[in-house]
């Protein structure tokens, strides 16, 4: 009798990330064409027309005119390089594992270009959009700009990483990049299966749900992009951890107390904020009790690194509700929000902020390790030379 093979669980979320991005490039590439051409073909608003209702589509693109109107040009360079980034993206990754290291460097240049010019054209939108008049409001452009900014400087980051000689720090600002990215294709998708989960719903209030853990979402799936590419159970010079048992439990200390209060606060919002906050905590924990079983696994296999990145982001993630509550109460003070879209936006920025933190800090942790490693050989290296040689 045959054992089932076991599932390729890597493989299988390469393969779904790929056939994602492929599928939404030609969407991407064609977004705009009805507002520079009304009765233009649009292949993402024909898909979504059958998925959902036409209605619901029509609502939505209606209120897009004006806004995308004052920066078209900037918008039309935005998304259709954004489509070829999600061809691009898959190039990169499967030239890496296949070790084609001067098509992966070639197609890299071209990767990161592509990316300054598109994050320009949204900046340019951005700049000329007041946040009230983006699509579903202020909370939805702070959480555009900060995707923007979280973006730049991913890839940037990763080149400075590469150009230093750290592979493996290079492969995890780009995937945080393209994780960033791919929030795109990830949010046409809800737009199509949310509201088969949240009937009569319109698509601004499903941008309203979905930006509650977008962030969190591509953060994670970067993270274990990571981990799955990254097989050593030690780096050069990286000893102890950064994330002691105290450091742990003031963490989670924090941050139960900020969810607390995320939570009464959505709680007295009614319907809609019930609803924002599963949008929020479902994916939360989830993300949480992976990230907690993958640490303590590691550390009883003995893979001391990959026990300290799992925690080093474990505790990233524990703090992000305390960023959270921070910045709803700054855009509330001082962003002049209500108090329901300064909330809406402080808990939608606030995973994906402390995911670049954490990755900051992974990095942070590598060369700190390798720095002290190459000063305990040059020390070593001085006490060899300076050793009376044995008598002949």
Sequence with gaps: MHRPRKVAWGRVATIAVVAVCVGYAPIAMTELWPYARPGAPAFGEWVLSRAVSPRYVADALATR????????????????????????????????????VRLHRVVGVVFALTVYVSMAGAGIYLVRTAPGDAFSGAAFWIVLATILVGTVMSVTYGIFAAVKGFPDLHQRWMLLCYGFLMTAPLLRL????????????????????????LGSVVAFGALLASRAMDKRAAVRGVTGTWVPVPVLVAVHL?????????????LGWEAGGRRLLAGYLVPYAATYAVMAVRARRAGRAGRGWAREE??????????????SAGAALFFARYGGLDRHTALSAGVAIGCGMLAFAATAVVSLRVMFGRESANRQDTAAARRTRRAPSPAA
Excluded: T
């Design 190 to 213: 809800e737009w199509g299966a949310l509201p088969w989960i949240f009937p009569g719903l319109s698509m601004e209030d499903i941008n309203r749900v979905a930006i509650m853990h």
């Design 254 to 266: 924090a941050g139960a107390l900020a969810l607390v209060w995320i939570a009464r606060s959505y």
């Design 65 to 100: 005119i004006g806004p995308y109107g004052r920066s078209l040009a900037a918008m039309i360079v935005h998304s259709v390089l954004g489509g070829a980034l999600m061809l691009l993206g898959p190039v990169q990754l499967l030239s890496a594992v296949r070790r084609r």
């Design 310 to 323: 799992w925690l080093l982001h474990l505790a990233a993630l524990c703090l992000a509700p305390v960023v």
